[in-house]
């Protein structure tokens, strides 16, 4: 089953946008873990338990694996998630850009080391950089856009031919780049008016959205501004509102009950 | 010694712009080598030993590494290039771009785990994703600006305010985000004029040229367009050309030559 066909049933099979990052952070790490060797891993894999079923897919965000030499540790955690709950997508968050011969080593990584689901990359390379993931037929390619940082602006918001580079960017993607139909884009949840913009330029192309939660974007405006006609078409990601819910050994309660509070109250602007 | 210091001093030492690029592809190793559990960095370490008093810098693509499932191996070679050859600086090629949290930690990973000299960054993201690699204030944060595949031309090509995207991003890093003397910029040798347009932008910030040997730059025309009036400036890169020169035993004697002979070919144009 491809990315896209994976997405839509999760969508509809748990009635949720959310999207879990996971950026596993030793330091706030409750206590019962600090100084295990697999610490990264059981904290990871107690979140995702903890909310498999209230998740539209997971994102381990991959710098906060590389920093604490824990490559095994996202190799165990994302076979972890794909045997034990099966139908949800492993976004890797590398946001990879370069040449095609490296794109290549880069997809092999993602999408044969790893078996991640969805990769996101960098657009500033351009098409060749891309192209080397869509060889993985089954797997998405989500595509930077406009990011839900302060900086995000400073060329994103450039103007070029009549409009910005954003929407320059999600135009390309959306008219010549998407022909396998593998693409997603990222697009910040501190942007309302230009997540209705993407949207409106895209068509129902699925948008990560990150930036709501400790990014501070609003939750009725993305939803309202980022939805497609049938109610999706969102991955709309929090990470460490989830992750740190919670500082003691009911970390992952905490973190459930922070999921859900955050998918309904998602879906209460769906419709 | 901070990095543009230790570059300046390789350059004068070895009498020469030539950065090795290490791009390790197993495929291509010599039949001596196939099978090893430390191919990777036996491979890299005969290229380094046969080529440090040729070159000013050597250059690790972390792809490489990331797609074998080696990077202890990078560990390892960094510590071994930095043993064997100080004052020889070590460029991670990773083309890092996020949010201000999640740069943090790929810095960690470039400058504290594998204790690189410099990492490549993307600017897409805007001076929030690249201001935390300024924290270590005697590593180097170099920024992709032109680079040398096709598709570079997709975005960096575009017009905004009278100028190309990447002569703002020129001129953005050389009047602001510089401001610590850390920066330099990657721009591609297989496009000379724009080389010339960079260079007229920045000063005497290093540049770093990828896109001579495999590629197809041409040697004279990159030196001529971007070396400063003192004759330096530039870290010439050459991957391919280098460590697949020779198939056999003899691989290492055969990269030396062809960097030998690069590095000369490069001094004919300097001065």
Redesign the interface.
């Known amino acids: 089953m491809d990315f896209s066909t994976t997405l839509q049933a999760a969508w509809a099979r748990n009635d949720s946008l959310l999207c879990v990052g996971l950026?596993p952070d030793p330091a706030k790490f409750p206590a019962a873990l600090k100084g295990r060797g697999d610490a990264i891993l059981e904290f990871c894999k107690s979140i995702a338990d903890a909310t498999a079923d209230l998740a539209c897919a997971f994102k381990p965000?991959i710098?906060?694996f590389?920093?604490n030499?824990a490559?095994d540790q996202l190799e165990a955690l994302i076979r972890h998630i794909h045997d034990k709950h099966p139908g949800i997508p492993v976004i890797l968050d590398a946001?990879?850009?370069?040449?095609?011969?490296?794109?290549e080593?880069?997809a092999?990584?993602a999408f044969?080391?790893y078996g991640a689901d969805a990769l996101t990359v960098?657009?500033?390379?351009?098409?060749?950089?891309?192209?080397p993931y869509f060889a993985w037929k089954d797997r998405g390619v989500i595509i930077?856009c406009r990011?839900?940082?302060?900086?995000?602006?400073?060329?994103?918001f450039?103007?070029?031919?009549g409009r910005k580079?954003y929407q320059?960017?999600a135009e390309?993607v959306a008219t010549k780049w998407n022909a396998g139909g593998q693409c997603a884009l990222v697009v910040g949840a501190t942007f309302p008016a230009e997540l209705a913009e993407v949207r409106r330029l895209v068509g129902d192309m699925p948008l990560l959205v990150?930036g709501i939660g400790a990014?501070g974007g609003d939750i009725a405006a993305t939803v309202s501004a980022g939805r497609t006609a049938s109610g999706t078409g969102l991955m709309i990601n929090s990470s460490r509102a989830i992750l740190y819910a919670g500082k003691d050994e009911n970390f992952a309660a905490a973190a459930r009950r922070v999921a859900l509070e955050t998918r309904d109250a998602i879906n209460r602007f769906r419709r």
């Open positions: 950026d965000q710098a906060y590389a920093s030499r490559e946001k990879r850009g370069d040449i095609g011969a490296t794109a080593q880069y092999r990584e044969e080391r960098n657009p500033y390379m351009g098409f060749d950089s891309v192209e930077l990011t839900s940082n302060p900086g995000g602006s400073d060329l994103q450039l103007e070029t031919g580079l320059h960017v390309l990150p990014q």
